[in-house]
């Protein structure tokens, strides 16, 4: 999503010839693929697994709902299942049921990723996704990029804290931001703290280094 997004901010018409293309990796910002529909790209997302290959899959005829808000339908000899949140996978290339390690539900036949198991912060006793509360960040208008992470905290256990990257020339406010993400989300998964950072630092797969962030928080 990151390419795409930077991809629009040098050239907001889009890029003329190029039809389609697909997405993968992390959880696009909302609106991001809208903005690209606008421009005549559709690019669809996809979910997999390095040991599964391709999974699911958008298919360009798909309902706009579906294609932006789910990671579509299983593909031929992919059987899918949720297991107390947790998505299983049985294809061609596994013996039995996979446990894939990614929450995510299934609605009308469609995949829908909504974190990572061991990505979950409890909180007093509640679990939170962490990629939940970025959903909700991402959607600020100034907000390029956003990483939630759990950290120790003696009162709750854990508590989140948010990095976030502003757009270039935009001036992001921690106090406004809050508000913002409190108007969307139960209080109990608003990040304790948000650091305004001006890059993130990232894994030799190019997603984000959480123990990293973790550590520096």
């Known amino acids: 999503p990151r390419l795409?997004?930077?991809?629009?901010?040098?050239?907001?018409?889009?890029?003329?010839?190029?039809?389609?293309?697909?997405?993968?990796?992390?959880?696009?910002?909302?609106?991001?693929?809208?903005?690209?529909?606008?421009?005549?790209?559709?690019?669809?997302?996809?979910?997999?697994?390095?040991?599964?290959?391709a999974?699911?899959?958008?298919?360009?005829d798909d309902p706009a709902d579906v294609r932006y808000t789910t990671a579509g339908r299983p593909l031929p000899g992919q059987e899918l299942r949720t297991v107390d949140g947790e998505l299983h996978v049985r294809s061609p290339y596994v013996d039995d049921w996979f446990r894939t390690g990614d929450l995510g539900e299934l609605k009308d036949g469609c995949v829908r990723i909504t974190g990572r198991l061991?990505?979950?912060?409890?909180?007093?006793?509640?679990?939170?996704?962490?990629?939940e509360v970025e959903?909700?960040?991402?959607?600020?208008?100034?907000?390029?990029?956003?990483v939630v992470v759990g950290v120790g905290d003696a009162a709750t256990g854990e508590r989140l804290q948010a990095f976030v990257v502003p757009?270039?020339?935009?001036?992001?406010?921690?106090?406004e931001l809050l508000r913002f993400a409190r108007a969307?989300?139960?209080?109990?998964?608003?990040?304790?703290?948000?650091?305004?950072?001006?890059?993130?630092?990232?894994?030799?797969?190019?997603?984000?280094?959480r123990r990293a962030l973790r550590d520096a928080a």
Not at 119 to 129: I, M, T
Not at 184 to 209: F, M, Q, T
């Open 135 to 146: 959903t909700v960040l991402l959607g600020h208008a100034d907000v390029d990029a956003a």
């Open 55 to 60: 999974v699911c899959a958008c298919r360009a």
């Open 167 to 175: 757009k270039p020339g935009a001036e992001l406010d921690r106090a």
């Open 118 to 131: 061991s990505e979950l912060v409890n909180v007093g006793g509640f679990n939170v996704s962490p990629a």
């Open 4 to 53: 795409f997004s930077s991809l629009l901010d040098v050239a907001p018409e889009g890029l003329p010839g190029v039809r389609t293309g697909f997405v993968a990796g992390s959880a696009s910002p909302p609106g991001l693929l809208e903005r690209l529909d606008a421009t005549g790209m559709r690019v669809l997302n996809v979910y997999g697994l390095t040991e599964l290959g």
């Open 184 to 209: 969307r989300i139960a209080g109990y998964k608003l990040p304790y703290a948000i650091e305004i950072v001006r890059e993130l630092p990232l894994l030799p797969s190019g997603k984000p280094d």
